[in-house]
């Protein structure tokens, strides 16, 4: 007799189509310097992002102990204040302070097609959330590179001030920034902060972002780093700070866009400022890079599945059940996740494209707090009721 066509197994066949994967958290602060290191370990290559966990790691960055350029110090001060990851950039010294700019510039090598520089940044294994070129982000031409890359991998550059005077800063403040160029997310840091150094055996002063980036990276990704306590012993000049006045200096800088570094009431010097460049809050930026990072990270599992109804329909909750347990943690105030009303089409339908709206709205931060003083007659009026 004839096969049966029709015919397709004589038993069960089981079809698994389990959940998406959870998204999980937010994640924390991860770190990418950029500098010199003259005398590095053999190790340590050039333009090579090198991870540095501890301080044996750190030590890898001074051999010899004179402390030549930034990044053992950006390191070891940065795990004063927090165990995150942080990754190093060593590009060698130019023969001049010009050549050392376009070394820490970078790009890529014609001849090998490397990445240098900044331009390694994008070679981190960990996707950096904040950067930094210390000693070299004070002029425009390093601010610009740093911060175009950040830009490209959502990330927080800080960067430094001039550290010369309040007017001075406050002029490279107004030269930067821009729509669409990423200096809304620039954390920008004046004046020069000084800590110990063993092999000078006094206190040294040392690029902002060297310890900004610290005070930064110490905090959850959706909140300000305003108001963290450093291990600075000094400061290149003082910044008044009154909590009660408006017209301090400090309040100058930060109307400017500017942060910095000043002795306060809780003892010893702590950052202050919470906005960035352009005048966002850091950590409504911050939280909303990390926004951008993870649906990245976990969108490309759903690539190329058919736009079903029950697909998109998973992909709607899991976004909701996410968002959800963001605002549980109180990571955000609330948000929402619906298909597009208006911008999902037949057309952009039949050509593989969707649109999922994300509504949400996240906490500012405590910048200003009013209190009101009320003298109340009434109070005087029961008191008095009460003993006559």
Not at 35 to 45: F, I, M, S, W
Not at 128 to 155: C, N, Q, R, W
Not at 179 to 187: K, M, N, V
């Amino acid at each position: 007799m004839p096969v049966i066509a029709q015919f397709e197994h004589n038993g069960i066949t089981i079809e698994r189509n389990p959940l998406p994967t959870p998204m999980g958290p937010l994640g924390s602060h991860v770190v990418c310097w950029v500098g010199t290191a003259p005398d590095k370990h053999a190790d340590v290559p050039y333009n090579v992002p090198f991870r540095v966990a501890n301080k044996t790691d750190a030590a890898k960055l001074d051999t010899t102990g004179d402390e030549k350029g930034w990044l053992f110090h950006a390191t070891s001060e940065t795990m004063k204040k927090v165990s995150v990851p942080q990754y190093v950039i060593v590009v060698e010294v130019g023969a001049d302070e010009t050549g050392t700019m376009n070394n820490i510039i970078g790009g890529i090598d014609a001849s090998t097609g490397q990445r240098t520089g900044i331009a390694a940044i994008e070679l981190c294994s960990e996707k950096p959330t904040i950067v930094a070129a210390p000693g070299y982000t004070h002029m425009k031409d390093g601010a610009d590179e740093l911060v175009s890359m950040a830009k490209k991998l959502f990330a927080c550059p800080h960067l430094d001030g001039t550290s010369t005077n309040t007017s001075a800063v406050i002029a490279y403040s107004a030269t930067l920034g821009g729509e669409g160029t990423g200096y809304d997310a620039a954390y920008l840091v004046e004046p020069q902060p000084a800590i110990y150094s063993k092999n000078a055996s006094a206190n040294i002063y040392v690029p902002p972002s060297l310890l900004s980036v610290g005070c930064h990276a110490s905090m959850p990704v959706h909140e300000s780093p305003g108001n963290q306590g450093t291990y600075a012993k000094d400061v290149q000049r003082t910044i008044s700070y009154n909590i009660l006045d408006k017209s301090t200096e400090g309040n100058l800088l930060n109307k400017n866009g500017i942060s910095y570094f000043a002795a306060t009431d809780l003892g010893g010097i702590s950052l202050i400022g919470n906005r960035s460049v352009t005048g966002r809050f850091i950590n409504q930026v911050c939280l909303e890079q990390s926004l951008c990072r993870k649906l990245a990270a976990t969108g490309q599992k759903a690539m190329s599945k058919n736009l079903s109804k029950s697909f998109m329909e998973q992909e709607i909750t899991k976004l909701n059940v996410w968002l959800a347990s963001l605002k549980a943690n109180e990571e955000i105030i609330g948000a929402e996740v619906v298909l597009h009303p208006e911008l999902n089409s037949i057309e952009s339908y039949r050509n593989g494209t969707w649109y999922i709206a994300i509504r949400y709205a996240s906490f500012p931060p405590n910048e200003h707090m009013v209190y009101q003083l009320n003298e109340d007659a009434g109070i005087i009026e029961q008191f008095l009721g009460e003993i006559l």
